[in-house]
């Protein structure tokens, strides 16, 4: 009895799930809504499987490999940027504020036609609106993490002849880590959003690719496959950051049950 209710508990979450497929799959059978625009998902795993593995394998690599190359470029450089603005030069990052909040405000779609014509038609296009929408949240997360270390713990750093070095690494980087993770966390996710719409205007291969692909060939079955496909692919990008914060902030307390219970 109690492995039922184990295994009841860790499916919990999933109940809805299926349930949700359950409906997909009736409601275009039964007439409730029509087959045409919204077919049964049965059909949806049938495309899938004439389009085969292998295909399918092949349009999510191309995907994440924009993604990492465009990601690790806008992280290499705002990430240090950053630090010197908040650490170094708070007095300048103060000056370019205004002027980065500007040029943040621009969405990378609106930029997508200049970057084409400075850099061309194919993957630089691409690698630039990916660029583009990861690497404000982060820089920005960044400074404000810098910026929110507490005083308190710098001055103790240095009453005690701490050098700089170490002030960064044993104080200002653990104190701001958090907050630095929730930016990477947010540039990785506006550049896999990112990714899809700037396939599907420049591209000639990846998920973001094969929808378009299929909307104008009229191929119902294949968009609702490639929507399945990138929500899975973001799940699974959202699971791995998950597991990397925890991994990284391993030294954080979780809150005290005897706590929340006094509370």
């Known amino acids: 009895m109690k492995w039922i209710i184990s295994v009841h508990r860790k499916l919990l979450s999933f109940y809805l ?13 039964l007439g409730l809504v029509s087959n045409v ?28 490999k924009r993604v990492f190359v465009g990601f690790v470029l806008a992280t290499v450089l705002a990430l240090p ?35 084409v014509i400075i850099i061309g038609i194919g993957e630089g296009g691409i690698y630039t609106v990916i660029f583009w929408s990861s690497f404000w949240p982060i820089l920005f997360t960044t400074i404000a993490g810098i910026q929110n270390v507490d005083p308190l713990l710098i001055r103790s750093a240095k009453s005690m002849n ?37 396939e599907s205007m420049g591209a000639d291969s990846g998920m973001g690719w094969m929808i378009h692909n299929a909307q104008s060939m009229g191929f ?3 968009i609702y496959l490639g929507a399945i496909m990138v929500a899975g692919v973001g799940l699974a990008l959202n699971y791995v950051l998950e597991y990397l914060e925890s991994a ?10 005897s706590n929340k219970a006094a509370a």
């Not at 949806?44 to 995907?63: A, C, K, P, Q, R």
């Not at 170490?166 to 540039?187: D, H, M, N, Q, Y």
């Open 17 to 29: 799930f299926f349930l949700v497929l359950i409906v997909w799959e009736l409601a275009p059978r």
């Open 37 to 64: 625009f919204v077919p049964p998902f049965s059909r949806i795993v049938e495309t899938g499987i004439e389009l085969g593995l292998t295909n399918i394998f092949l349009y999510v690599s191309i995907s994440l």
């Open 81 to 115: 940027l950053g630090f010197i603005l908040a650490g170094a030069m708070p007095k300048l990052a103060a000056f370019l504020h205004p002027l980065t909040k500007f040029l943040s405000s621009i969405p990378p779609f609106i930029l997508f036609p200049v970057f």
């Open 162 to 198: 701490a050098g700089k070095l170490v002030i960064f690494t044993k104080v200002i980087l653990p104190g701001a880590s958090p907050t630095l993770i929730t930016g990477l966390r947010t540039g990785l996710t506006m550049s896999f959003f990112m990714l899809i719409g700037s």
């Open 220 to 222: 119902v079955e294949r």
């Open 248 to 257: 990284v902030l391993h030294w954080r307390q979780a809150p005290d049950s």
